[in-house]
């Protein structure tokens, strides 16, 4: 499916409050974007199988399945993973941001929010999505990685990835800070379809490892005891 032609950035509100989306719907068309809605997860599976946005806003609280579902079904699926999600809830306790973060959101907006608020956040997730797209480049801390060359190095120095470990970075990359199971880096990285020992993921985050951090530089690969994997400058000793 080619992404829709129109220059304006598309973005797909989920939302079920029909005030809420017609307001969102008003005021992201006056800021210049496209809007394409779902009312409930279902609707938004089957509009994400038909078209290409730039962006969703999910709402957390949806009928027939909920918004971190959806979110889920986003970050399994290959031509959707990478896709910019900001996500909305009432729930403003800390472990729920936590879990939707950890489920593959980029972001995370409590209601009430203010529309200024909203739209910053847009903003941002979509100058953070473009400058990937339209150079192939992604960077964490001291680490650059080329997509179209298959070329990463980290503090100017090449670091030799093989297939599997230079797919596992590029996810950790697109989602930097983030902490994922072992089941969802198997998902997202050798994908739904592929039966492989989670244990797997440990061999291949070593591999990363050896590869990725010189006698001197630190690990940015974080262990996350009974929880998974994270990309991670902050956990990393001074």
């Not at 496209?34 to 599976?45: F, H, K, N």
Request: glycine share 6%; hydrophobic share 40%; aromatic share 6%.
């Amino acid at each position: 499916m080619e992404r829709d032609a129109a220059a304006k950035p598309l973005v797909m509100v989920v939302e079920d409050e029909s005030a809420l989306l017609t307001m969102l719907r008003y005021n992201l068309e006056k800021e210049g974007y496209r809007v394409c809605e779902a009312g409930d997860g279902e609707e938004a599976l089957t509009i994400l199988a038909e078209r290409n946005p730039d962006l969703v806003v999910l709402d957390w609280m949806l009928p027939t399945m909920s918004g971190i579902e959806v979110c889920r079904q986003i970050r399994r699926k290959m031509r959707t993973r990478d896709l910019p999600v900001l996500m909305l809830t009432a729930r403003g306790e800390e472990s729920d941001k936590v879990r939707g973060l950890n489920t593959g959101a980029d972001d995370y907006l409590t209601k009430p929010f203010t529309l200024p608020e909203l739209l910053a956040r847009i903003r941002a997730l979509l100058r953070r999505a473009r400058p990937t797209q339209a150079k192939g480049l992604l960077n964490y801390g001291d680490i650059v990685m080329d997509l179209a060359a298959h070329r990463v190095t980290r503090a100017g120095r090449q670091v030799h990835l093989g297939p599997t470990e230079f797919r596992l970075l590029r996810f950790f990359m697109q989602h930097p800070g983030s902490v994922f199971s072992r089941e969802e880096l198997l998902n997202a990285v050798w994908g739904p379809d592929i039966y492989v020992e989670p244990r797997t993921v440990d061999v291949h985050i070593r591999r990363l490892r050896k590869a990725l951090n010189a006698a001197t530089e630190a690990d940015l690969i974080r262990t996350v005891r009974a929880a998974g994997y994270s990309l991670d400058a902050e956990s990393a000793p001074a």
